[in-house]
């Protein structure tokens, strides 16, 4: 019987795992191609022989998605996966309608073909967009969970934008072990707050392996999740955050409206800073799609080591680079605590910017007089910094989960905004995880 064509659609992440667990080992289809977007620096590459198995002795090549309808062509191709996230629905169906008219199959696939069983508990944290609120939500979860005498090994969404047979199976618990998988930012900043916290966070590619890795050293596994995709593994409990200052994401974007379909658990964050009207509104979306889940409402109160480099100064405001990217968000943490700390100004970087993130600005023109920490490699983080160092402004307001005065040297005066998640109302992540039978 011919094995059917396939290109899998990514970003370096579900579709690796996608690959993994259905198409590797599977004698009716030929995976010929990924292609790769959203990741600045992932095409080009090959999926190499180590990780692809015994089907695929020369591995599989990255192209940039931008050549996927050549592609369906040049390899006959019958069937293209679709295995990337925070994306709006349209958006989806577009690619839907550009493979259809190449002549091939459009696949979304499901959890049944993509979850894996583990041998212990799994809780998953998930959001309807990047950017709701997941690592605090995470970082609270491990600390109710510690606290309650139980060893919580957390395994991120991957990031494997380096070497991927080094980055197969990734453990981080010290801040060596940081540097010693040369991380990005976008890595540093969801590795780093568990291990200042005193935690073990896996990574890589292969998540199966990585799981039973962690199940050597874990009562519970928690699955904290990357951009607004479900989890890789069956879970007992799932947590959704969403996001009331983007009302109705929830309803439109994929597969963010997955994972709140499939919560035990809707966290409506951010009602600390959010518009009335628009809480509502979101409160209302979920239960219409999800009445059985419980509803948290929380706060992400913000925390400012030295206010006095805000308050009456012209600030430039370092956020999060996805949130403001793919995320789509306008702010960020480090923009409220600039304008509830009475900012002279933000300024706007774009005038001096260089190279990567000039050509940030070009591809994302609406993110506006923020500066996202992109950090996706060795270069990037240079023109980062250089980006930085060249702003007019008195001090620099890192609104991102990490401390970049690590690995930046900036050359000004900077102050870090940090935030944690405040539960609201007697429904809890504890109530939650009590009834679930966790605790």
Known sequence: MKRKNVIIMGAAGRDFHNFNVYFRDNEDYNVVAFTATQIPNIDGR???????????????????????????????????????SDVPFNYVMTKASIVNSAGASFRLMGAKETMIKSSKPVIAVLAARTGSGKSQTSRKLVKILSEAGKKVVAIRHPMPYGDL????????AEYKDLDFYNCTIEEREEYEPHIVRGGV???GVDYEAILREAEKEADIILWDGGNN????????????????HRPGNELTYYPGNTCVRMADAIIINKIDS??????????????????????????SPIFVNQPELITGKRVLVVEDGPTLTHGEMKYGAGTVAAKKLSAKEIVDPRPYTVKSIADTYKKYPNIGTLLPAMGYG??????LEETINNTDCDSVVIGTPIDLGRILKINKPSTRVTYE???????????????????
């Open 378 to 383: 060795e270069q990037q983080i240079k023109d």
């Open 201 to 203: 966070i896996y990574a």
């Open 165 to 172: 047979v080094k980055q197969k199976v990734q453990r981080f």
């Open 274 to 299: 959010a518009d009335y009207n628009n809480i509502i509104a979101v409160r209302n979306n979920v239960q219409k799609i999800n009445p059985t889940a419980f509803i948290i409402e929380a706060a």
């Open 46 to 84: 090959i999926y190499p022989a180590e990780l692809a198995g015994k089907l695929y002795p020369n591995g599989i090549k990255i192209y940039e998605e931008t050549q996927l309808v050549d592609l369906i062509k040049k390899f006959n191709v019958d069937e293209v996966v679709f295995a990337y």
């Open 421 to 439: 998640l405040q539960e609201i109302g007697n429904v809890t992540l504890e109530t939650v995880l009590k009834f679930k039978g966790i605790l």
């Open 229 to 244: 995709d479900y989890s890789f593994y069956n879970a007992d409990v799932t947590f959704t955050v969403v996001d009331p």
